[in-house]
């Protein structure tokens, strides 16, 4: 039996440090990220969405999405952000379940579903369990500011798109605290999977 990990976060906690180390190991990761790109391709349907909503202004001369000035629209207009979600959930969706299946059919005990916004999607429905990976806001603040040198109030609009970060804690089936060093957040991700009984395969 296929067991489907959702791993989670909030912006600039750390998740691609354990996505990375799922992947280091052995382990098949499917990436929302990849598949909010591939969607929006020129052809696709959910690149269509995106003119038909915000207009042909969001798309380069070669029909290729403008995707800066798109997130300075939605980072700062929760509306925006909202209706982008709507419009895109489906595809991306789609895309996530196809990429999952592929894995299960090729008999694989653990597939990695990386979603950022897993529960702003409400996602964890597709889960077995879902894995956190936390920080406290205001580590997660100064970490986005100094990632993407944003102001405070920049960093805090973004932070601001997503679920906070303590009520995600609530959620959560497993926590992995990323405050320490790469070395430490990977023990923890090791220890699970050692729990669990999962081989890594690498």
Known sequence: MTFRLGLTGSIATGKSTVSNYF???GFPVVDADLGARAVVEPGTQ????IKEHFGEDFLFPNGTLNRKKL???????KDQLKALNQLLLPYIYDWVNDQAQSYQDQGHQLIVLDIPLLYETKYQDACDAVMLVYVPESIQLQRLMDRDNLSEDEAFDRMLSQ???EQKLRW???VIDNQGSIQQTEKQVEAWLSIQGFQAIK
């Not at 959910?46 to 969405?49: F, K, N, V, Y």
């Open 163 to 165: 679920y906070n970060i």
């Open 172 to 174: 959560a089936d497993i």
């Open 71 to 77: 997130g300075d629209v939605v980072f700062t207009d």
């Open 46 to 49: 959910g690149l269509q969405a």
């Open 23 to 25: 992947k280091k190991v």
